[in-house]
C-alpha cells in the first residue's frame, strides 16, 4: 500500500503537474486517466507500462500528450 505522504508528492510522470490517485493496487492519473501498477509496495512509474483509459491505443492519444505535440 502507499502512503498517503507519498502519495501527496507523487506526480504523474506523462504530466508532472498532474497528481496520481490511489485505486486499489493502482495509481491512476487525475487528469488523463493511466493507470500505473504497485508491485510489492512500488509505484511503478513507467508510462510504457501503464494501462491506458478506454478508446485510447497509444500514449500519444493521451490529452496531456497532444497538447505537448501543438506548437506553440
Known amino acids: 500500500m502507499v502512503s498517503q505522504e507519498l502519495l501527496d508528492i507523487l506526480r504523474c510522470p506523462?504530466?508532472?503537474?498532474?497528481?496520481l490517485a490511489l485505486d486499489g493496487d493502482r495509481l491512476v492519473c487525475t487528469r488523463c486517466g493511466p493507470k500505473?501498477?504497485?508491485?510489492?509496495?512500488f509505484p511503478k512509474l513507467i508510462a510504457e507500462e501503464a494501462e491506458l483509459p478506454a478508446g485510447c491505443s497509444g500514449l500519444e492519444q493521451l490529452p496531456c500528450q497532444?497538447?505537448?505535440?501543438?506548437p506553440s
Open 14 to 19: 506523462l504530466d508532472p503537474r498532474t497528481t
Open 36 to 41: 500505473f501498477p504497485i508491485k510489492d509496495g
Open 66 to 70: 497532444r497538447e505537448r505535440a501543438r
